[in-house]
């Protein structure tokens, strides 16, 4: 998908080199006397490679070359050791740039988006919705925003830095760039929901009138990546749980950490969590 550029400020983007090493060097001067961060975030953009979400640029210098308007990200990780699932999310200082010295003007990347138009309800909102039915399930889609695949010229400009082998103590400087739609960019929130809407909305034109409805609902339960669905019997829960996912599966968008109120289909949930858990050990 598209990110939502200014046309009128994009041209004026910062090229913001010196300000992601800057902020890298200086990140990492307090990673260092806790080198389990370090490792959490060593290991993040290393899975992160892995899954194709991120790119190594092989050549940097030449990459440059090649790509005079590219534009640098900084970036910094906020650590949640309680969390179940992510305990290191690298945050993308899209609020900031360097002065250049080429240019009178020089915007940050927030300056050089739209926001998009707010489809996501107020979190209020969201909750009292879920009230609507006394049958409830939740969930979570994991790593959604990564999964949203970005166009080559948007992925230049979205670059960042970060080491080469920190396992190994090589702290060379070597570059990535991010391949599908990274979290904490202006327009993030809207390109998900769109992405949400094509999934749930457009797509199930040809869906029976049950599931088509039952998409809808969820649609309109979505805060961000959280998803729920709320119905009056435990049949209609137990087959949205069954089909869940079928429904972002072929999007790649895996479901996690359901919940529900319906005790039956709790302990099913709980007893497939078991199951993979086992899975995962083996």
Aim: aromatic letters at 10%; proline letters at 3%.
């Amino acid at each position: 998908m598209p990110l939502l550029w200014n046309e009128k400020s994009c041209h004026l983007l910062g090229w913001n080199f010196n300000l992601a090493k800057a902020v890298l060097r200086s990140n990492t001067r307090k990673l260092q006397r806790n080198k389990a961060n370090l490792e959490l975030m060593n290991k993040n953009f290393k899975e992160q490679a892995k899954l194709g979400i991120i790119e190594r640029v092989p050549n940097l210098e030449r990459y440059m070359d090649e790509h005079p308007e590219c534009s640098f990200l900084a970036h910094m990780g906020v650590f949640r050791l309680d969390r179940e699932t992510t305990k290191c999310r690298v945050v993308f200082l899209s609020n900031v740039c360097e002065p250049s010295r080429s240019s009178v003007m020089t915007v940050n990347h927030n300056q050089a988006m739209y926001a998009g138009p707010s489809l996501n309800q107020k979190i209020t909102s969201a909750m009292l919705h879920l009230r609507f039915g006394s049958k409830l399930l939740i969930f979570d889609i994991k790593k959604a925003f990564n999964q949203i695949a970005l166009s080559e010229l948007d992925q230049q400009k979205l670059l960042f830095l970060w080491y080469k082998n920190v396992k190994k103590g090589d702290f060379s400087i070597v570059a990535y760039k991010n391949v599908r739609l990274p979290f904490g960019l202006r327009c993030s929130p809207t390109i998900l929901m769109l992405a949400l809407f094509k999934i749930l909305v457009l797509d199930s034109k040809n869906d029976n009138p049950r599931l088509r409805n039952a998409k809808w609902i969820m649609y309109q339960l979505f805060y961000m990546d959280n998803g729920g669905f709320t119905c009056e019997s435990s049949e209609t829960l137990n087959w949205i749980y069954e089909i869940l996912q079928g429904i972002f599966g072929p999007y790649k968008f895996e479901v996690q950490q359901m919940f529900s109120n319906d005790s039956t289909l709790q302990d099913k949930i709980d007893g497939e969590d078991m199951q993979s858990d086992v899975g995962c050990k083996v």
